[in-house]
């Protein structure tokens, strides 16, 4: 079945770095998505992306759709103490199919 | 606006004992949705909804069932718990028909002893 991978698992970073993570497919997607996970709460939607080579802003937030339309990549610049959480790619192959999550990216942020 | 409501937010259950998860959700969307958080595991499509009265399973549906009868309710039920089904459990909408922007609830914390 389908299955995404993230990547690093954790991360621990003094505030004001850059943070780049990423997540690969077993399979083309049609759509990629990455969602922030706080504590205690639910996830919320940060970026959605269509196409692939796609590039989109959220902030201090950049993610990109992979050309390969199996990969995405996640960046996040200047990090700030609320950047804490978990960090999770997902994806669709085709529009109206279910969405997949990857297993996320833990990121710390040490002031 | 509520958004997207479970209850409850905590539960302790013995094995085989049975129970809902309520989910509701006051932003009109067709699509419903539930997944199971696992350490490691990321968030497992349980089951979903495109619309009231018409249900499917997801990745992991054995041992739950869900039914639609509003547009508003998602319930999510455990017949006999086990062990196993010992996760954080996110009911979630969309109002998309392609349904990939979703709104979580907060979710419910189930332990099965």
């Known amino acids: 079945g389908q299955q995404l991978n993230q990547s690093p698992q954790s991360m621990f970073i003094q505030e004001g770095e850059d943070v780049s993570m990423n997540c690969t497919s077993s399979?083309?997607?049609?759509?990629w998505l990455w969602y922030k996970q706080e504590p205690g709460e639910g996830p919320v939607l940060l970026i959605a992306?269509?196409?692939?080579?796609e590039l989109t802003s959220n902030g201090r937030l950049t993610a990109q759709f992979g050309i390969t339309r199996k990969d995405s990549f996640l960046n996040i610049s200047a990090s700030i103490p609320s950047d804490v959480g978990i960090y999770f790619c997902?994806?669709?192959?085709?529009?109206?199919?279910?969405?997949?999550f990857g297993p996320g990216t833990s990121l710390s942020v040490i002031p | 606006n509520a958004g997207v409501t479970q209850t409850p937010k905590f539960q302790v259950l013995k094995t085989g004992q049975s129970m809902t998860l309520q989910c509701a959700q006051d932003?009109?969307?067709?699509?419903m949705s539930w997944y199971r958080q696992d350490p490691g595991m990321g968030l497992r499509l349980i089951h979903y909804?495109?619309?009231?009265?018409?249900?499917d399973q997801g990745e992991v549906p054995n041992g739950y069932n869900v039914s639609r009868s509003t547009t508003e309710d998602f319930p999510l039920r455990l017949l006999s718990a086990a062990p196993s089904q010992t996760s954080v459990y996110f009911c979630?909408?969309?109002?998309?028909?392609?349904?990939?922007?979703?709104?979580f609830g907060s979710g419910t914390q189930l332990s099965v002893l």
């Open positions: 979630a909408s969309s109002p998309r028909v392609t349904n990939e922007k979703l709104f």
């Open positions: 399979s083309i997607f049609n759509t």
């Open positions: 992306l269509y196409k692939a080579g």
């Open positions: 997902a994806g669709q192959e085709t529009s109206y199919d279910k969405v997949i």
């Open positions: 932003m009109n969307h067709e699509y």
């Open positions: 909804s495109v619309g009231a009265g018409i249900t």
